[in-house]
């Protein structure tokens, strides 16, 4: 089995998977599946792009419409989690991650998934202390504040991915666990990143749940992206297993971006994207300690009187395989909810929160709910659900200020400090020619995007004290190594450059 390991996309769609394929002819291989590192960018028209944290003067459409709109069809199986330059209204519609467009797998603010026999784990969003005991209270429309808090990670998706036993091959974050530079050539980085230095002495660089997840976790590899520069690592744990971290750069020429995994048959199965039968159990087990509150809440532990054990027994796995019948994640469940962008079309188009048939549908199957759909029926709000998206574009096109802003969800706004990540900036350079870009691209016509929408699905409320508006439900919602032939500081193959 062959893996591509790509750093932050920025939405450069194209340009990676010229550089997948260009790979692929030099080499004489095939890569199986594509996994990208965050700052992936699913814009899929105008108004995803101003749901995302980039300053308007480098809003920019980018190439991921097209593979959404079914005009391209992503050539490799790609799967990837969020950072923090994403279309987040998007990606909020699909919490418990689903199909962003044909062939490309959103792995939700937290997943595991199984690809044949290779398990990966993945935590969307960047760690803000200041966010990070906060519920999940953000909906559109967003303001400054909640544009950017929506992606800072939340001590619930860490909690619940915490409680996985089984090994697990592969993990990704988009920022780096913290304390990992102490585990590979610090000075290297250091002489190319030397602004880093005073985060790192400090031990302020990178993410503190990601250490922690790093250390229970112990997977083969972990890859991450976000300060778009390469570095490798190896985290010897004491039981003896290994973590072999790569971080990798951002879609640019000349910088390493992508890496090629080689991993023993073994791994291969089915090759096939399944669901993974722990990780559900574990979602429907902690459903309860969901919170949507603009305010900090705590997680159950030691020492309390609550349930903090989820991690799931054979039986519940079990049960919970014999009730879906079938783990297999097909593509086929991608729907369109909100139309693809069109070169020269008018740009104004808001939406308000969009019901993905993709989350009804899980939620439905394990009982859990929808954060969005929890903010929404607490504000008295009904969630829309998907229309024919055809018929929204035309109607978009001939009045560009279709829908005003719903009214505000009054919710107190965090105080929010000044986002200082190195990388916000950098993000947003321009991305020059890439020298490897193909005259023809791979693509296919065979791509069966669906264009309408059954609508059927009807939302079941569960949970419902949590579904009150009022504010007095205070406390009771708080609460064989893979065989690498490389070592990681020198995966000498494969990288393009
Ligand atoms: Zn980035
Ligand atoms: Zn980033």
């Excluded at 490309?104 to 199984?114: D, H, L, N, S, T």
């Excluded at 044949?116 to 519920?135: M, N, P, T, V």
């Excluded at 439905?364 to 998206?389: H, N, S």
């Excluded at 504010?471 to 995966?491: A, D, G, I, R, W």
Aim: with cysteine.
């Amino acid at each position: 089995m062959k893996i591509a390991v790509e750093g932050c996309a920025h939405g450069e769609l194209d340009k990676i998977y010229d550089c997948i394929e260009t790979l692929q002819e030099r080499e004489g291989f095939k890569i199986d599946l594509l996994i990208c590192c965050g700052d992936f960018q699913s814009v899929r028209n105008a108004a995803d792009l101003r749901a995302m944290a980039v300053p308007e003067k480098y809003q920019r459409m980018c190439t991921f419409y097209k593979y959404y709109s079914g005009e391209k069809k992503a050539p490799v199986l790609t799967l990837f989690i969020g950072g923090n330059h994403e279309a987040s209204n998007y990606l909020q519609e699909l919490p418990y991650g689903g199909w962003v467009a044909p062939n490309i797998y959103y792995m939700g603010r937290a997943g595991v998934v199984k690809f044949g026999e290779l398990r990966i784990g993945g935590l969307s969003g960047i760690f803000k202390g200041h966010d990070y005991l906060q519920g999940l209270w953000e909906c559109l429309p967003y303001n400054q504040n909640s544009m950017r808090s929506v992606y800072h990670i939340r001590s619930l998706d860490v909690f619940r991915l915490s409680q996985l036993k089984e090994k697990l091959h592969v993990m990704l974050t988009h920022d780096w666990p913290r304390g990992i530079t102490d585990y590979g050539d610090k000075d290297h980085l250091l002489r190319r990143k030397p602004f880093l230095r005073e985060d790192i002495e400090s031990n302020q660089l990178g993410s503190m749940p990601a250490e922690k997840l790093l250390h229970t976790l112990k997977p083969d590899y972990w890859f991450a992206a976000h300060l778009h520069c390469q570095f490798a690592a190896l985290v010897k744990h004491e039981d003896n297993r290994e973590t072999k971290f790569l971080a990798l750069d951002k879609c640019l020429p000349k910088r390493r971006h992508l890496q090629i995994l080689d991993l023993p048959h073994e791994y291969d199965g089915d090759k096939c994207l399944k669901h993974d039968a722990e990780w559900l159990v574990v979602l429907k087990n902690t459903n309860h300690l969901l919170n949507v509150k603009n305010m900090e809440g705590h997680l159950p532990g030691p020492g309390g009187n609550e349930r903090y054990n989820f991690t799931p027994t054979n039986e519940e796995k079990e049960i919970l395989i014999q009730s879906l019948q079938n783990l297999a994640i097909t593509s086929e469940n991608f729907v369109k909810t909100a139309p693809a962008y069109k070169p020269g079309a008018p740009k104004a188009y808001l939406t308000d929160p969009i019901l993905n048939p993709q989350t009804v549908d899980l939620c439905e199957k394990l009982g859990i709910d929808d954060p969005v759909q929890v903010i929404m029926a607490r504000a008295g709000r009904v969630m829309e659900k998907p229309t024919d998206v055809d018929i929204v574009e035309t109607k978009a096109d001939l009045n560009p200020v279709l829908k005003t802003p719903m009214s505000k969800l009054i919710l107190p706004a965090p105080v929010t400090p000044s986002e200082n990540d190195c990388e916000e900036n950098t993000c947003t350079t321009p991305i020059s020619e890439n020298p490897l870009l193909l005259d023809s691209l791979c693509n296919t016509s065979e791509c069966t995007t669906p264009t309408s929408i059954s609508g059927k699905k009807t939302f079941k409320r569960r949970n419902i004290s949590i579904y009150s508006s009022t504010e007095e439900e205070s406390q009771s919602m708080n609460s064989s190594s893979l065989v690498s032939p490389t070592s990681p500081s020198k995966y000498p193959r494969g990288n393009i450059e």
